[in-house]
């Protein structure tokens, strides 16, 4: 069980789609919070914190292997769902191999919502158990 | 006024021989009469000098002739040697060449040496030799009888030459060509794969979305037990969501599918995918298509893709032979045999004419206005290079019928899909 709401940020260029994973998500007792492209979501994660971020690859302004990059770079501990359109599966299992934060991938014309919300949920757990074991790294270490 | 001078030097001379009975001390005292006769005269004279001139060489020539046909070429050499001048001038191409025969023949090689080159410079200037000039070597004229003969060699190796230079030209045309439409083809498949991008990623959204709100949909009524009949239409919504992926999946597939490749492919799998795509196309045309699976399901070693292209290029043709045709049909059939499989596509249009049928796979064969000519070609060679076979037969009671033909898959571990 968690101590507090998971915080989940969409990052999507199409309305509908984040609306639609919004409404799944809340639904599912998370805290969605949404942005429109790469440099919105990047903004949103450097402010405040979020367990996962899903986030889609084709986007205006800053696309989502950017954005997923800078993440990466900049240690940003937020868990990563990559969605993609059918013609960037490639770069989306590319990303899983390369980048630390990318955990998993969904393919956007067939996405199952039970397994994406399995999924949020099973990432969001487990990063709050690893911040768990700091918060109590860092009691130890005080003592 | 040289002619009258002419006249006034030749005038004793002209009267005496008129045998005039009067003379006169002036010219102008002459009767006019006696002038013309002596004109007259003086013309005809030269004539007649001319004439036999012209005849003495003419017998002359026969004369040389003659002993040349006959082999007596020391004669021969002689009576050309000192008649060439003026009788036969060099110009004269037949005994200039016939000259450096006789040379060539009493082993004066450098005298006919002189006459053959003279012999060649003499037939470049006169006739319009299109072809090689190495055609035109002294080694080449050398042999023949006379000049026409060797001319007539030379018109037929001009022909052939011609010829082989036509075929070439032909044929590098040719090659040209299929190399243009093999890079058209590339570049169609690359725009295609690049358009199937994003279209996919533009319908993709769209079907996410779809998929999502159904799906959400459907939770909803899970968890109030709203009437069935809404359930129901959440689950088609979803269900035709699915289709649509599948059918940009496909789409994206064929696009950007790996031609060079070669995998295990269900015959069966590879026609029910073209009638897919192009069912509903035909039956815009008024065509009806028909398949005809194979309960055995063949398999083959070899590209689904390459397959599907060679059959959507036959059922384009099909299509255009059975324009405006009432009842048309196409009919696509697998089949296995002992040794083979393959895949018949017929059609019930008018069939192929017997004159036309030889030449059927050959680049650039076309009967159709707008066509390349290319289909067929392509499609045999795409065929071959999957070492099968295609050949055209009448389709019985009428129509097309293109066979398309694999030795069967040996191998023991075929996966049935």
């Known amino acids: 069980m968690s101590l507090r709401p998971y915080h989940v940020l969409i990052v999507d260029d199409e309305e509908g789609m984040r609306e639609e994973l919004r409404e799944l998500l809340t639904d599912e007792g998370l805290v969605v919070e949404l942005a429109n492209d790469g440099i919105e979501g990047l903004e949103k994660l450097r402010n405040s914190h979020f367990d996962v971020a899903v986030v889609d690859l084709r986007m205006p302004r800053m696309t989502g292997l950017e954005m997923i990059s800078h993440v990466d770079a900049e240690e940003i501990d937020t868990y990563v769902i990559i969605l993609t359109g059918h013609g960037d599966k490639n770069d989306a299992v590319q990303a899983l191999k390369l980048q630390e934060t990318v955990k998993d991938w969904f393919e956007k014309s067939s996405l199952d919502a039970k397994t994406l919300i399995k999924r949020v949920k099973r990432l969001a757990e487990g990063l709050s158990f690893e911040e768990i074991d700091r918060l109590f790294a860092g009691i130890t270490k005080a003592e | 006024m040289s002619l009258l001078l002419l006249l006034g030097v030749l005038l004793s001379g002209g009267v005496s021989l008129a045998g005039a ?20 005269m003086l013309i005809t004279t030269m004539l007649t000098i001319y004439v036999s001139f012209v005849l003495i060489r003419l017998i002359f020539e026969r004369a040389v002739n003659f002993i040349y046909s006959r082999k007596i070429y020391k004669l021969a050499y002689w009576l050309y040697y000192y008649s060439k001048y003026p009788i036969f001038s060099e110009r004269d191409i037949d005994s200039c060449y016939k000259l450096a025969n006789i040379c060539q023949f009493l082993g004066k ?29 002294i080694e080449s004229i050398k042999g023949f009888e006379d000049i026409d003969s060797v001319l007539e060699y030379l018109k037929v190796r001009e022909a052939e030459e011609l010829a082989t230079l036509e075929k070439e ?87 950007k599918g790996d031609r060079e490749k070669r995998e295990t492919v269900a015959l069966n799998a590879v026609v029910e995918q073209v009638q897919d795509y192009f069912s509903n196309q035909l039956a815009a045309h008024q ?8 309960a055995e399901n063949p398999h083959i070693e070899a590209n689904h893709f390459v397959l599907q292209e060679v059959l959507i290029n036959l059922l384009s043709n099909a299509r255009d032979a059975l324009e405006n045709q009432p009842n048309a049909q196409i009919i696509i059939t697998t089949w296995q045999q002992t040794e083979k499989v393959g895949i018949n596509v017929a059609d019930n249009g008018a069939g192929i004419p ?27 060679k ?15 009671p009428q129509g097309a019928c293109f066979v398309i033909e694999f030795l069967q898959n040996t191998s023991d571990n075929i996966p049935i899909s």
């Not at chain 2, 003279?118 to 319009?128: A, H, S």
């Not at chain 2, 779809?210 to 979803?238: D, N, S, T």
């Not at chain 2, 795409?382 to 019985?396: K, P």
């Open chain 2, 21 to 40: 009975s009067k003379l006169y001390p002036v010219l102008f005292l002459i009767p006019l009469k006696d002038i013309l006769f002596f004109v007259v």
């Open chain 2, 109 to 137: 090689i450098e005298e006919s040496e002189k006459y053959y080159t003279k012999t060649l410079e003499l037939i470049t200037n006169k006739y319009n030799l299109i072809s090689n000039i190495n055609l035109l070597s």
């Open chain 2, 169 to 255: 030209l032909k044929a590098s045309q040719n090659r040209e060509a299929e190399q243009r439409a093999d890079l058209e083809h590339a570049k169609k498949l690359e725009y295609l794969n690049y358009m199937a991008g994003g279209v996919a990623h533009n319908i993709n959204n769209p079907v996410g979305i779809l998929r999502l709100a159904a799906q959400r949909g459907l939770r909803e009524l899970e968890k109030e037990l709203y009437p069935k009949k809404a359930q129901e239409i959440f689950q088609r919504i979803l269900t035709q969501a699915d289709r649509l992926h599948n059918i940009i999946q496909n789409f994206r597939d064929y696009a």
């Open chain 2, 287 to 294: 065509i009806e298509l028909i398949t005809e699976l194979a």
């Open chain 2, 354 to 380: 017997l004159e036309q049928q030889k030449s059927l796979f050959s680049p650039f064969h076309t009967t159709k206005a707008h066509g390349t000519g290319l289909g067929l070609n392509f499609a045999q």
């Open chain 2, 382 to 396: 795409a065929v071959h290079e999957l070492h099968g076979t295609i050949r055209y037969q009448e389709n019985s």
